[in-house]
T-cell receptor, first 118, second 110 residues
Framework: GAVVSQHPSRVICKSGTSVKIECRSLDFQATTMFWYRQFPKQSLMLMATSNEGSKATYEQGVEKDKFLINHASLTLSTLTVTSAHPEDSSFYIC??????????????FGPGTRLTVL | AQRVTQPEKLLSVFKGAPVELKCNYSYSGSPELFWYVQYSRQRLQLLLRHISRESIKGFTADLNKGETSFHLKKPFAQEEDSAMYYCALHSGGGADGLTFGKGTHLIIQP
Protein backbone atom coordinates (compact mmCIF):
# COMPACT_ATOMS: atom_id res chain seq x y z
CA GLY A 1 0.00 0.00 0.00
CA ALA A 2 0.91 3.65 -0.25
CA VAL A 3 3.20 4.81 2.54
CA VAL A 4 3.57 8.31 3.93
CA SER A 5 6.36 9.24 6.30
CA GLN A 6 6.86 12.24 8.54
CA HIS A 7 10.01 13.62 10.07
CA PRO A 8 10.62 14.26 12.86
CA SER A 9 8.23 12.15 14.86
CA ARG A 10 8.71 14.32 17.90
CA VAL A 11 10.23 17.75 18.43
CA ILE A 12 10.65 20.00 21.42
CA CYS A 13 11.63 23.61 20.84
CA LYS A 14 11.86 26.90 22.66
CA SER A 15 9.28 29.60 22.24
CA GLY A 16 10.12 31.92 19.37
CA THR A 17 11.99 29.39 17.26
CA SER A 18 10.83 27.87 13.97
CA VAL A 19 10.25 24.20 13.36
CA LYS A 20 10.08 22.38 10.03
CA ILE A 21 8.13 19.16 9.59
CA GLU A 22 8.55 17.02 6.49
CA CYS A 23 5.94 14.82 4.86
CA ARG A 24 6.99 12.34 2.19
CA SER A 25 5.09 9.93 0.01
CA LEU A 26 7.49 7.00 -0.23
CA ASP A 27 6.14 4.88 -3.06
CA PHE A 28 3.82 7.13 -5.00
CA GLN A 29 3.60 10.64 -6.29
CA ALA A 30 1.22 13.00 -4.60
CA THR A 31 0.18 16.17 -6.32
CA THR A 32 -1.90 17.03 -3.28
CA MET A 33 -0.98 16.68 0.35
CA PHE A 34 -2.92 17.81 3.37
CA TRP A 35 -1.88 19.04 6.80
CA TYR A 36 -4.02 18.36 9.83
CA ARG A 37 -3.73 19.29 13.47
CA GLN A 38 -4.97 17.19 16.35
CA PHE A 39 -5.29 18.41 19.91
CA PRO A 40 -5.39 15.86 22.74
CA LYS A 41 -8.55 13.78 22.70
CA GLN A 42 -9.93 15.78 19.81
CA SER A 43 -10.43 15.14 16.15
CA LEU A 44 -8.22 16.02 13.22
CA MET A 45 -8.74 19.51 11.89
CA LEU A 46 -7.68 20.32 8.36
CA MET A 47 -5.20 23.18 8.33
CA ALA A 48 -4.24 23.48 4.69
CA THR A 49 -4.06 21.80 1.33
CA SER A 50 -0.63 21.61 -0.22
CA ASN A 51 -0.44 21.51 -4.00
CA GLU A 52 2.76 20.68 -5.81
CA GLY A 53 4.18 23.70 -7.57
CA SER A 54 1.63 26.18 -6.30
CA LYS A 55 0.61 28.03 -3.16
CA ALA A 56 -1.10 26.18 -0.38
CA THR A 57 -4.76 26.71 0.38
CA TYR A 58 -5.41 27.45 4.02
CA GLU A 59 -8.56 26.77 5.99
CA GLN A 60 -10.35 29.62 7.66
CA GLY A 61 -8.65 30.68 10.87
CA VAL A 62 -5.25 29.22 9.98
CA GLU A 63 -2.53 31.86 9.68
CA LYS A 64 -0.59 31.31 6.48
CA ASP A 65 2.32 33.40 7.72
CA LYS A 66 2.49 31.29 10.84
CA PHE A 67 2.29 27.92 9.15
CA LEU A 68 4.39 28.01 6.00
CA ILE A 69 3.81 25.19 3.57
CA ASN A 70 6.06 24.26 0.70
CA HIS A 71 5.34 21.47 -1.78
CA ALA A 72 8.38 21.57 -3.99
CA SER A 73 8.19 18.06 -5.39
CA LEU A 74 5.64 15.34 -6.01
CA THR A 75 6.85 13.42 -2.97
CA LEU A 76 7.62 16.09 -0.40
CA SER A 77 5.66 18.74 1.45
CA THR A 78 6.99 20.71 4.40
CA LEU A 79 5.22 22.57 7.16
CA THR A 80 7.19 25.22 8.99
CA VAL A 81 5.78 26.56 12.23
CA THR A 82 7.32 30.00 12.49
CA SER A 83 8.01 31.72 15.80
CA ALA A 84 6.42 28.88 17.66
CA HIS A 85 4.58 29.49 20.92
CA PRO A 86 3.27 27.07 23.54
CA GLU A 87 -0.23 27.25 22.07
CA ASP A 88 1.20 25.75 18.86
CA SER A 89 1.99 22.57 20.73
CA SER A 90 -0.01 19.84 19.05
CA PHE A 91 0.08 16.72 16.96
CA TYR A 92 0.56 17.54 13.29
CA ILE A 93 -0.46 14.92 10.74
CA CYS A 94 -0.01 14.98 7.01
CA UNK A 95 -1.75 12.93 4.37
CA UNK A 96 -1.23 12.39 0.69
CA UNK A 97 -4.00 11.93 -1.78
CA UNK A 98 -4.05 8.98 -4.10
CA UNK A 99 -6.26 9.97 -6.96
CA UNK A 100 -8.27 7.50 -8.94
CA UNK A 101 -10.70 7.93 -11.74
CA UNK A 102 -14.24 9.10 -11.11
CA UNK A 103 -13.39 11.64 -8.47
CA UNK A 104 -12.64 9.12 -5.75
CA UNK A 105 -10.22 10.41 -3.14
CA UNK A 106 -8.36 8.23 -0.71
CA UNK A 107 -5.83 9.77 1.60
CA UNK A 108 -2.91 8.00 3.18
CA PHE A 109 -1.76 9.37 6.49
CA GLY A 110 1.63 9.88 7.99
CA PRO A 111 2.38 8.80 11.56
CA GLY A 112 2.24 12.36 12.84
CA THR A 113 4.68 14.75 14.52
CA ARG A 114 4.35 15.70 18.15
CA LEU A 115 5.40 19.33 18.61
CA THR A 116 6.02 20.67 22.09
CA VAL A 117 6.89 24.34 22.48
CA LEU A 118 8.41 25.30 25.82
CA ALA B 1 -20.19 24.00 5.46
CA GLN B 2 -19.97 20.27 5.94
CA ARG B 3 -20.05 18.63 9.32
CA VAL B 4 -19.58 15.13 10.65
CA THR B 5 -21.07 14.09 13.96
CA GLN B 6 -20.11 11.05 15.98
CA PRO B 7 -22.32 11.20 19.05
CA GLU B 8 -20.45 8.63 21.12
CA LYS B 9 -17.01 9.46 22.50
CA LEU B 10 -16.69 6.04 24.03
CA LEU B 11 -18.38 2.74 23.25
CA SER B 12 -17.71 -0.37 25.28
CA VAL B 13 -19.09 -3.76 24.29
CA PHE B 14 -18.30 -7.34 25.13
CA LYS B 15 -16.49 -9.66 22.78
CA GLY B 16 -18.94 -11.38 20.46
CA ALA B 17 -21.57 -8.68 20.79
CA PRO B 18 -22.73 -6.57 17.86
CA VAL B 19 -21.18 -3.15 17.38
CA GLU B 20 -22.62 -0.03 15.82
CA LEU B 21 -20.69 3.22 15.68
CA LYS B 22 -22.88 6.10 14.66
CA CYS B 23 -22.00 8.77 12.16
CA ASN B 24 -24.21 11.53 10.81
CA TYR B 25 -23.22 14.18 8.36
CA SER B 26 -24.48 17.43 6.96
CA TYR B 27 -23.60 18.46 3.46
CA SER B 28 -25.71 19.89 0.71
CA GLY B 29 -24.11 17.98 -2.14
CA SER B 30 -23.17 14.34 -2.73
CA PRO B 31 -20.38 13.49 -0.32
CA GLU B 32 -17.89 10.70 -0.20
CA LEU B 33 -17.91 9.03 3.21
CA PHE B 34 -15.11 7.12 4.87
CA TRP B 35 -14.35 5.33 8.09
CA TYR B 36 -10.79 5.56 9.36
CA VAL B 37 -9.37 3.53 12.25
CA GLN B 38 -6.46 4.30 14.52
CA TYR B 39 -5.10 1.44 16.59
CA SER B 40 -3.03 2.19 19.64
CA ARG B 41 0.24 3.92 18.72
CA GLN B 42 -0.41 3.53 15.01
CA ARG B 43 -1.28 5.92 12.25
CA LEU B 44 -4.69 6.59 10.89
CA GLN B 45 -5.68 4.08 8.24
CA LEU B 46 -8.63 3.69 5.95
CA LEU B 47 -11.16 1.08 7.02
CA LEU B 48 -14.08 1.59 4.67
CA ARG B 49 -15.26 3.86 1.91
CA HIS B 50 -18.89 4.04 0.91
CA ILE B 51 -18.15 3.96 -2.81
CA SER B 52 -16.65 0.50 -2.74
CA ARG B 53 -19.40 -1.01 -0.57
CA GLU B 54 -16.95 -3.59 0.71
CA SER B 55 -16.59 -5.35 4.03
CA ILE B 56 -13.28 -5.01 5.83
CA LYS B 57 -12.46 -7.01 8.95
CA GLY B 58 -16.14 -7.81 9.22
CA PHE B 59 -17.18 -4.17 9.29
CA THR B 60 -19.76 -2.71 6.95
CA ALA B 61 -21.26 0.72 6.53
CA ASP B 62 -24.16 1.82 4.40
CA LEU B 63 -24.69 5.37 3.29
CA ASN B 64 -28.25 6.44 4.08
CA LYS B 65 -28.82 9.70 2.27
CA GLY B 66 -32.31 10.09 3.69
CA GLU B 67 -31.03 9.99 7.25
CA THR B 68 -27.63 11.48 6.30
CA SER B 69 -25.95 8.66 8.16
CA PHE B 70 -23.05 6.32 7.60
CA HIS B 71 -23.07 4.04 10.63
CA LEU B 72 -20.35 1.44 11.03
CA LYS B 73 -21.47 -2.04 12.00
CA LYS B 74 -20.01 -5.39 12.89
CA PRO B 75 -22.11 -8.36 13.99
CA PHE B 76 -19.58 -9.92 16.35
CA ALA B 77 -16.95 -7.74 17.96
CA GLN B 78 -13.43 -9.01 18.53
CA GLU B 79 -10.87 -7.76 21.03
CA GLU B 80 -8.57 -6.58 18.26
CA ASP B 81 -11.28 -4.18 17.13
CA SER B 82 -10.50 -1.93 20.09
CA ALA B 83 -9.35 1.38 18.58
CA MET B 84 -10.37 4.93 17.74
CA TYR B 85 -12.75 5.17 14.83
CA TYR B 86 -13.22 8.33 12.81
CA CYS B 87 -15.93 9.00 10.31
CA ALA B 88 -14.85 11.39 7.55
CA LEU B 89 -16.45 13.24 4.69
CA HIS B 90 -15.04 14.45 1.44
CA SER B 91 -17.06 17.04 -0.36
CA GLY B 92 -15.91 16.13 -3.82
CA GLY B 93 -13.46 17.66 -6.20
CA GLY B 94 -9.77 17.08 -6.19
CA ALA B 95 -8.39 19.64 -3.83
CA ASP B 96 -10.34 19.37 -0.61
CA GLY B 97 -9.22 17.64 2.53
CA LEU B 98 -11.38 15.50 4.75
CA THR B 99 -13.77 16.67 7.41
CA PHE B 100 -13.53 14.38 10.39
CA GLY B 101 -15.90 13.58 13.18
CA LYS B 102 -14.56 13.71 16.73
CA GLY B 103 -14.04 10.00 16.84
CA THR B 104 -15.39 7.12 18.90
CA HIS B 105 -13.17 5.11 21.16
CA LEU B 106 -14.30 1.52 20.87
CA ILE B 107 -13.36 -0.83 23.66
CA ILE B 108 -14.05 -4.53 23.34
CA GLN B 109 -14.14 -6.24 26.68
CA PRO B 110 -13.16 -9.91 26.95
Amino acid sequence: GAVVSQHPSRVICKSGTSVKIECRSLDFQATTMFWYRQFPKQSLMLMATSNEGSKATYEQGVEKDKFLINHASLTLSTLTVTSAHPEDSSFYICSARLAEGGGYNEQFFGPGTRLTVL
Amino acid sequence: AQRVTQPEKLLSVFKGAPVELKCNYSYSGSPELFWYVQYSRQRLQLLLRHISRESIKGFTADLNKGETSFHLKKPFAQEEDSAMYYCALHSGGGADGLTFGKGTHLIIQP
